[in-house]
């Protein structure tokens, strides 16, 4: 695969996924949201917030592992906003149009900046944080592009080329490489005002505030190999919430929710057990083509349901429950003390299945 949207095949489960889960689009204000929903909606939602580079369809693989558990999962794009006040309103605003009170955040890079920008001044809607590969403040990246102030009038051509210098080039083993190329792929897929509004939100002056949310409500999930944000900040990040627990993948890069789906997705059904999110597994059998949990008589009734809708390679996606057993990571129940994931594989399946 070379990339999704650059003319290349994409990969069989992608295209299952898209075969299935409805991509929502929705103006609010002059705002175009675009997002997938997708699990019972009785289920307290886990919104997925991307990085620079993402886009909602970079969490197919959390959506479709996750949901065929019982849990919601809503991945969304980040709209046309400029700062970070215009996007702690926008996002409230496409929360209370969708009738929701209160989310569970999963945030990478800079979408996990902006979970905490809103927790910070939203605290009564978030009530748990799930943040990997990201950051408390953007100093540094401000101060890496002085040219911010004509980003406006940059050609789309160089915005794409600035963004992507910082994805690390490889080689990279075959999962990785393939992370890369999609999301290469969905950056082709933005427009030009697409990215200006993304590289503003990421060089903004801001920091993070104090949050409401006890750490003990906090995830911190990162990769152990490389990320294009630097280690410092990721350092800054663990010393802010010291009692957040550690979720430590060894490998998988600047995407690992791509590259290591199994141990990511593991990882946020722990975290949503814990802080008391339980799925409604009963409700799978019901998925429909449009996203919503009906009965097991609307199946009957000729509804297109998640388990048995075809692909065009007959695959259920990388994310399948037996897929993640095989693969599967412990989560770390001492903070200053991450535990390998290699060597939790007996405890967890345990833990999942009782």
């Known amino acids: 695969m070379k990339g999704v949207g ?9 295209v299952y996924f ?29 919104v997925c917030i991307p990085g620079i580079a993402g886009t909602a369809d970079v969490y197919y693989k959390q959506i479709m ?5 019982g849990y919601r999962v809503i991945s969304i794009d980040v709209p046309q906003v400029w700062n970070h006040h215009e996007w ?8 209370d149009s969708m009738n929701i009170h209160h989310v569970h955040i999963y945030g990478t890079s800079l979408g996990g900046f902006l979970a905490q920008i809103f927790a910070e001044h939203r605290p009564r809607r978030v009530k748990s944080l799930v943040l990997s590969n990201t950051f408390l403040e953007t100093h540094k990246f401000a101060a890496a592009m002085p040219w911010s102030p004509v980003v406006n009038w940059t050609p789309s051509f160089l915005l794409k080329r600035y963004l992507l210098t910082g994805i690390r080039d490889g080689p990279h083993e075959p999962f990785i490489a393939d992370s890369v190329d999609f999301v290469v792929g969905q950056v082709e897929t933005l427009s030009r005002d697409d990215l200006s509004s ?7 002056v801001a920091s993070v ?12 999930m990162d990769t152990n190999d490389y990320s294009a944000v630097p280690q410092q900040l990721k350092e800054q990040l663990n010393e802010r919430y010291p009692g957040a627990r550690r979720a430590v993948l060894k490998t998988g890069g600047d995407f690992p929710f791509l590259s ?10 722990l975290h949503l057990r814990r802080v008391g999110v339980e799925p409604r597994s009963d409700l799978v059998q019901g998925f429909t083509r449009n996203g919503s949990a009906g009965s097991s008589k609307d199946q009957k009734d000729g509804g297109d349901s998640f388990d048995n809708s075809g692909g065009d390679n007959g695959h259920h996606g990388s994310g399948g429950s037996d ?22 594989l007996a405890n967890t399946v345990l833990e999942l299945v009782m």
């Open 198 to 204: 993304r590289l503003m939100l990421n060089v903004n």
């Open 65 to 69: 592992s996750l949901c065929m558990k």
């Open 18 to 46: 898209k075969s299935v889960v409805p991509l929502h689009k929705i103006s609010i204000g002059s705002k175009l949201w675009r997002y997938y929903d997708f699990g019972p909606k009785v289920v307290p939602p886990l």
């Open 260 to 269: 290591r789906p199994d141990e990511v997705n593991l990882y946020l059904q």
């Open 323 to 344: 897929h993640d057993r095989r693969h599967c990571a412990s989560e770390s129940h001492h903070s200053d003390e991450p535990i390998p994931t290699s060597t939790m």
């Open 6 to 14: 650059g003319g290349a095949a994409s990969p069989g489960d992608y």
């Open 209 to 220: 505030g104090s949050l409401m949310l006890p750490d003990s409500l906090i995830t911190i």
């Open 88 to 95: 702690i309103h926008s996002f409230e605003k496409f929360l």
